[in-house]
């Protein structure tokens, strides 16, 4: 069974920082590519970040020098520190692994609000 939770959303005011953090459950983590989604209201749901077993990463074009993508294999956990928050960061952000680019699952989503 793999279950991923997530942590670390809230409310944060324009220019403020969030560290998001999602462990995962189960004995393929350390093989799995991770990735951070986020869903604005009404918007499709976009690639925020993401890093592969081996640690590259990549970013959208929207978060690149604001955002850091991390994980640690030996606490089975992924990081996204957001620094610089704006506005329109605001969304539900959802963590997901990807094991032999065939099974995916993902985290409950956590609620990120930018506002004053």
């Known amino acids: 069974q793999v279950q991923l939770v997530e942590s670390g959303g809230g409310w944060v005011q324009p220019g403020g920082s969030l560290r998001l953090s999602c462990v995962a459950s189960?004995?393929?983590?350390?093989?799995?590519?991770m990735g951070w989604y986020r869903q604005a209201p009404g918007k499709q749901r976009e690639l925020v970040a993401g890093i592969s077993s081996g640690g590259s990463t990549n970013y959208a074009d929207s978060v690149k020098g604001r955002f850091t993508i991390s994980r640690d294999n030996a606490k089975k956990t992924v990081y996204l520190q957001m620094n610089s928050l704006k506005p329109e960061d605001t969304a539900v952000y959802y963590c997901k692994m990807s094991w032999r680019s065939i099974y995916n699952y993902w985290g409950q989503g956590t609620q990120v609000t930018v506002s004053s």
């Open positions: 189960g004995s393929i983590f350390s093989g799995s590519a």
